[in-house]
């Protein structure tokens, strides 16, 4: 909003010139996502725990400190994340991109059918909330969406391509299987980060960090000298997710304030599903979708892990792990919950490290 009134009026006030720059309204979305966190954290904290009593329901099948360490945290949290995030990107992106509003929109549909499933659990004081085949056919229909829209407005020599990573020329026309494997993406990414949000700030500071290398990727691929020199597919438009990005790293520095250990609010599905959403969202604009996998490796992993505890279970009646997903089976093992947290932050952060690289080895 501020680029789409100020930036006009640069010409006759130099110092207004700021506002057409990527990287001042960057970091001002990232400041104003933190900001809003601060100010609104506690006060929401506080309602949270009014309106749910007894806190967010655990597992009785989880791991035994579970029932003593965390009941009574209000979950929902990701209300914060959802607030911050949609004020600063609507105060600092240009509003007449139309892939800021596409992810925008899978953020808070995401987020919606999050809240609905948080709600029910709380209603019922039950770890079962929306059915998931409600739930999965809700997701795919957003995402689904969102890909077509997504086809519609990228530039048809690259609108439907699949960009693999290392190989500068390499572009896969998927046609319209394009919209499928955008759907896989996003609801894939959507459930590994709700997977991994299992102990207090885990699976915030790898979105956060996985959230940052998407804001460099679309800088990058939004600047066509950027994008030339690094032999990357140019994605015009899609530097303004930049923006967006910077407000979800914002947001998710705020809530990791009061996420930390011991958490005072857990996200919930409210934040993980649309946390996880966006982050899909973004990388299939920009032709990132692969590098994804690598930069988000720690989501992946944590998947895999369940899936291969699932199959072993179901093929010959044993578990591979001793709990599912993975950082639960560190638990059983005896670690300490800062212990397995802090690292896994490591692992994400040498992941992304990895991820990032593959933008000069071409």
């Not at 360490?69 to 911050?84: D, F, N, Y």
Request: glycine share 10%; aromatic share 10%; proline share 5%.
């Amino acid at each position: 909003m501020l680029y789409n009134l100020l930036s006009p009026l640069a010409d006759d006030i130099s110092f207004l010139n700021l506002f057409r720059y990527l990287t001042f309204r960057t970091g001002g979305a990232v400041m104003t996502a933190l900001a809003i966190s601060f100010l609104l954290g506690g006060p929401l904290i506080r309602w949270l725990k009014r309106q749910q009593g007894t806190g967010q329901p655990i597992r009785e099948d989880g791991p035994a400190s579970h029932p003593l360490t965390k009941k009574g945290t209000p979950t929902m949290g990701g209300l914060l994340i959802l607030i911050a995030i949609t004020v600063a990107t609507l105060l600092w992106a240009d509003l007449t991109n139309r892939y800021v509003w596409t992810v925008l929109i899978v953020t808070l549909g995401f987020g919606t059918i999050g809240f609905i499933d948080d709600y029910l659990k709380l209603s019922r004081q039950s770890p079962h909330g929306l059915p998931g085949r409600v739930k999965l056919l809700g997701e795919i229909f957003i995402s689904g969406a969102a890909a077509w829209w997504i086809m519609s407005i990228t530039g048809p020599d690259i609108a439907t391509g699949l960009a693999i990573p290392i190989f500068k020329d390499l572009l896969i026309d998927l046609g319209w299987f394009f919209i499928p494997f955008s759907i896989i993406v996003m609801v894939g990414s959507s459930n590994a980060v709700n997977l991994t949000d299992g102990l207090d700030g885990l699976a915030i500071v790898p979105a956060m960090i996985v959230s940052a290398c998407l804001a460099l990727i679309s800088y990058l691929v939004g600047n066509a000298i950027f994008a030339a020199y690094l032999q990357v597919f140019p994605v015009p438009g899609a530097g303004e997710l930049a923006v967006f990005c910077g407000a979800l790293v914002g947001a998710s520095v705020g809530f990791l304030w009061f996420n930390a250990p011991p958490a005072m609010v857990f996200m919930g599905d409210t934040g993980s599903l649309s946390v996880g959403s966006a982050i899909g969202a973004v990388s299939v604009i920009v032709k990132h979708e692969l590098v994804l996998v690598i930069i988000g490796g720690l989501f992946v992993l944590e998947t895999v892990s369940v899936i291969v505890q699932v199959a072993s279970f179901k093929l010959t009646g044993r578990r591979v792990f001793r709990m599912a997903p993975l950082h639960h089976h560190f638990e059983k093992k005896g670690w300490e919950e800062p212990t397995i947290v802090i690292r896994f932050w490591i692992i994400a952060l040498i992941l992304a490290l990895i991820g990032l690289s593959t933008l000069k080895l071409r």
